[in-house]
């Protein structure tokens, strides 16, 4: 599957920016997915994960109840939808996919778990 990551941009601290990631193939829908993120200078981290069904959402602690995590099986498109931005935010956005089955939920905090990865898209939120 190929991903294709968009929507990053430059938006004021306080604002709200949605990210999309296109994947092509026909067999999106049996794939969780993933946004992880890299600053300058720092390791690639995860933000938050959708299983296929999209029934369950992981996020790390530092987005948890500003960033939301969705997707559109029919679209062949997931969506971070990103609010109150800080400038901590600011980093590439990875979106990312795996079809492989886990029922360990840390799994999906793990870049290794991912066999896809999209080629990034740049969000800068300024103070």
């Known amino acids: 599957v190929q991903l294709q990551a968009s929507g990053g941009g430059l938006v004021q601290a306080g604002g709200p920016l949605r990210l999309s990631c296109a994947a092509s193939g026909r067999t999106f829908s049996s794939y969780a997915m993933g946004w992880f993120r890299q600053a300058p200078g720092k390791e690639r981290e995860f933000v938050a994960a959708i299983t296929w069904s999209g029934r369950s959402t992981y996020y790390a602690d530092s987005v948890k109840g500003r960033f939301t995590i969705s997707r559109d099986n029919a679209k062949n498109t997931v969506y971070l939808q990103m609010n109150s931005l800080k400038p901590d935010d600011t980093a590439v956005y990875y979106c990312?996919?795996?079809?492989?089955?886990?029922?360990?939920?840390?799994?999906?905090?793990?870049?290794?778990?991912?066999?896809?990865w999209g080629q990034g898209t740049q969000v800068t939120v300024s103070s």
């Open positions: 990312a996919a795996t079809s492989t089955v886990t029922y360990y939920s840390g799994s999906y905090y793990n870049t290794g778990h991912y066999d896809y």
